[in-house]
């Protein structure tokens, strides 16, 4: 059942420790993709990556690293630098070309205590 | 700068309704367009995808059509139901190299039964 997995699925964070969250994906996708959603708000993007082993800045980079060592993986680790974590985090992902469509992830929901 | 707009941000309708969700953006060099579905608390579900050079797209109850040189689409929602009630988003795909989709903020439709 081909997709796009993220786990988990609630992640609770005291401040100043750093969280990694997983984005799988079995699609044979080129492109991934990180983005924020906060209550009212649209999608933020964080960081995307194009091709294994090379990944571009988002608006809204500070705070967060990602790595991208295997085409079906793009982990992205929030920072103890990121002021304000607490908020929806959604990976997607498609085939490396503008015509394709883009699918998502079910989404991490990210709370610091 | 490219732009999407999405208005209104919510709306309300008797069941039974059909009902358009319109979706606005300021540069006409895009590849295509993406009409999303997010449930709350969820991720983003792909409805359509019109490229280009199409006028529309149509998957049983939803039709999308776009208007690439006004810079203009719009989504119809034929006899609108309680389960159609969720966030509904547009994003383009910028003709500008390979990047990322550019999203509008959504517009909240809900079905009153």
């Known amino acids: 059942d081909g997709g796009i997995t993220q786990s988990p699925k609630y992640l609770f964070r005291k401040e100043g420790q750093n969280v990694t969250l997983s984005c799988e994906q079995n699609?044979?996708?080129?492109?991934m993709y990180w983005y924020r959603q906060d209550p009212g708000q649209g999608l933020r993007l964080i960081y995307y990556?194009?091709?294994?082993?090379?990944?571009q800045k988002g608006d809204i980079a500070e705070g967060y690293s990602v790595s991208r060592e295997k085409k079906e993986s793009f982990p992205l680790t929030v920072t103890s630098a990121q002021k304000n974590p607490t908020a929806f985090y959604l990976c997607?992902?498609?085939?490396?070309?503008?015509?394709?469509?883009?699918?998502f992830g079910p989404g991490t929901r990210l709370t610091v205590l | 700068k490219q732009e999407v707009t999405q208005i209104p941000a919510a709306l309300s309708v008797p069941e039974g309704e059909n009902l358009v969700l319109n979706c606005s953006f300021t540069?006409?060099?895009?590849?295509?367009l993406q009409w999303f579905r997010q449930d709350p608390g969820k991720g983003l579900t792909s409805l359509l995808l019109?490229?280009?050079?199409?006028r529309e797209q149509t998957s049983g109850r939803l039709n999308a059509s776009l208007d690439k040189s006004s810079g203009r689409s719009t989504l119809y929602i034929a006899a609108s139901q309680p389960g159609d009630s969720a966030t509904y988003l547009c994003?383009?795909?910028?003709?500008?190299?390979?990047?990322?989709?550019?999203f509008g903020k959504g517009t909240r439709l809900s079905v009153i039964a």
């Open positions: 540069d006409s060099a895009i590849y295509n």
């Open positions: 990556s194009q091709i294994v082993n090379d990944f």
């Open positions: 019109i490229q280009s050079s199409q």
């Open positions: 997607a992902s498609r085939l490396n070309s503008p015509y394709n469509e883009q699918f």
């Open positions: 699609l044979n996708h080129d492109a």
């Open positions: 994003a383009v795909s910028p003709r500008r190299g390979n990047t990322p989709l550019v």
